[in-house]
């Protein structure tokens, strides 16, 4: 993989919690203590999950751990030895596949916002449970926030390092770390490989718009996770960030919500082992599984729990179609 050596992690100001006064429902940085179903993986989902974790039973079932934060996590009293976090869609999913493959039983979900990439199995299951899209972000004090409006073919060619300036700025490209779903999608969307992911890009902690430090700095953002930021539902990391367009597409609508029908909009999901699904789990089914699940139902003092974090919502929720290995 061509990826520059100027890595940015490790920015993030403060913990991936919410300030002080935040409504019931909101997120929390992670599972306070092991619940019956724990679950890892996507950044983009995290605040969300977390949210939701709180309204399902009082807390009392899901425990969602960050993507980010103490290098292991304990899903379990007994029976299980600290799990390595998985930082993104990826890394949770392939630490479930292995949870499974050992037999261990100490990981129940994983989220994700990428559907499979292998389909070689149907080891595992993809619920989508919401609608998010992918722009792309910039610094509002630059000269690339100047009526921002991309094509598919320039952001192709400026991640292959073959266009490096925009509006008299010299671009210093940023992608999401290795294993994030959102670096998967938005590679797949602008036609990029990893192979030919040009040297010029650095790597930075997904959806962090405080990384984004120079002029020259651009990278793909969930609008969701943008949303939940600025109205601080979720930790207000967009720094000095702002959204562009991308073919022409607006990401919010008129009111500020997600435009779902933004072009580079993706359904996210909770991963879940099929064996589970089609032996009938009750937890699993009654948490994850149709439009009447806890997750597709989850309310916060009345409203969803999936609009509040920025995101859509979808007539699939809870669907149990889409299958994989990875």
């Given at each position: 993989?061509?990826?520059?050596?100027?890595?940015?992690?490790?920015?993030?100001?403060?913990?991936?919690?919410?300030?002080?006064?935040?409504?019931?429902?909101?997120?929390?940085?992670?599972?306070?203590?092991?619940?019956?179903?724990?679950?890892?993986?996507?950044?983009?989902?995290?605040?969300?999950?977390?949210?939701?974790?709180?309204?399902?039973?009082?807390?009392?079932?899901?425990?969602?751990?960050?993507?980010?934060?103490?290098?292991?996590?304990?899903?379990?009293?007994?029976?299980?030895?600290?799990?390595?976090?998985?930082?993104?869609?990826?890394?949770?999913?392939?630490?479930?596949?292995?949870?499974?493959?050992?037999?261990?039983?100490?990981?129940?979900?994983?989220?994700?916002?990428?559907?499979?990439?292998?389909?070689?199995?149907?080891?595992?299951?993809?619920?989508?449970?919401?609608?998010?899209?992918?722009?792309?972000?910039?610094?509002?004090?630059?000269?690339?926030?100047?009526?921002?409006?991309?094509?598919?073919?320039?952001?192709?060619?400026?991640?292959?390092?073959?266009?490096t300036t925009l509006n008299?700025?010299?671009?210093?490209?940023?992608?999401?770390?290795a294993n994030s779903g959102?670096?998967?999608?938005?590679?797949?969307?602008?036609?990029?490989?990893?192979?030919?992911?040009?040297?010029?890009?650095?790597?930075?902690?997904?959806?962090?718009?405080?990384?984004?430090?120079?002029?020259?700095?651009?990278?793909?953002?969930?609008?969701?996770?943008?949303?939940?930021?600025?109205?601080?539902?979720?930790?207000?990391?967009?720094?000095?960030?702002?959204?562009?367009?991308?073919?022409?597409?607006?990401?919010?609508?008129?009111?500020?919500?997600?435009?779902?029908?933004?072009?580079?909009?993706?359904?996210?999901?909770?991963?879940?082992?099929?064996?589970?699904?089609?032996?009938?789990?009750?937890?699993?089914?009654?948490?994850?599984?149709?439009?009447?699940?806890?997750?597709?139902?989850?309310?916060?003092?009345?409203?969803?729990?999936?609009?509040?974090?920025?995101?859509?919502?979808?007539?699939?929720?809870?669907?149990?179609?889409?299958?994989?290995?990875?």
């Amino acid at each position: 993989m061509n990826v520059k050596s100027r890595v940015r992690l490790g920015a993030v100001v403060g913990a991936a919690v919410l300030s002080v006064g935040a409504t019931a429902g909101s997120a929390v940085a992670d599972a306070p203590s092991p619940r019956v179903l724990a679950g890892v993986g996507s950044d983009t989902t995290q605040d969300v999950m977390n949210a939701i974790a709180e309204v399902v039973d009082g807390g009392a079932t899901i425990a969602s751990y960050n993507a980010t934060g103490s290098a292991t996590i304990k899903t379990r009293v007994t029976g299980c030895d600290d799990v390595i976090r998985p930082d993104g869609s990826s890394a949770g999913i392939n630490a479930l596949n292995s949870d499974v493959d050992a037999l261990h039983g100490c990981l129940d979900f994983a989220r994700s916002s990428r559907g499979p990439v292998d389909t070689t199995t149907q080891d595992l299951t993809w619920i989508p449970f919401a609608k998010d899209a992918v722009s792309i972000a910039v610094r509002e004090d630059s000269a690339l926030n100047n009526n921002l409006d991309l094509t598919t073919a320039q952001l192709h060619d400026i991640y292959t390092c073959d266009l490096t300036t925009l509006n008299g700025v010299s671009l210093t490209p940023l992608i999401p770390q290795a294993n994030s779903g959102t670096r998967t999608f938005f590679l797949g969307k602008i036609g990029v490989t990893e192979a030919q992911l040009g040297t010029c890009v650095g790597t930075m902690q997904e959806h962090n718009g405080v990384e984004l430090d120079s002029a020259g700095d651009i990278a793909p953002y969930s609008i969701a996770q943008y949303i939940a930021q600025v109205t601080q539902v979720a930790n207000d990391r967009h720094g000095a960030t702002v959204l562009g367009k991308v073919d022409g597409s607006e990401p919010f609508t008129t009111e500020g919500k997600l435009n779902t029908s933004f072009v580079y909009s993706r359904d996210v999901y909770n991963v879940v082992p099929t064996k589970k699904v089609s032996d009938g789990d009750a937890t699993i089914t009654a948490t994850f599984v149709g439009v009447s699940s806890k997750v597709c139902t989850a309310t916060d003092a009345g409203q969803s729990v999936i609009e509040k974090f920025g995101f859509g919502q979808i007539s699939t929720c809870g669907a149990t179609t889409l299958k994989g290995e990875r």
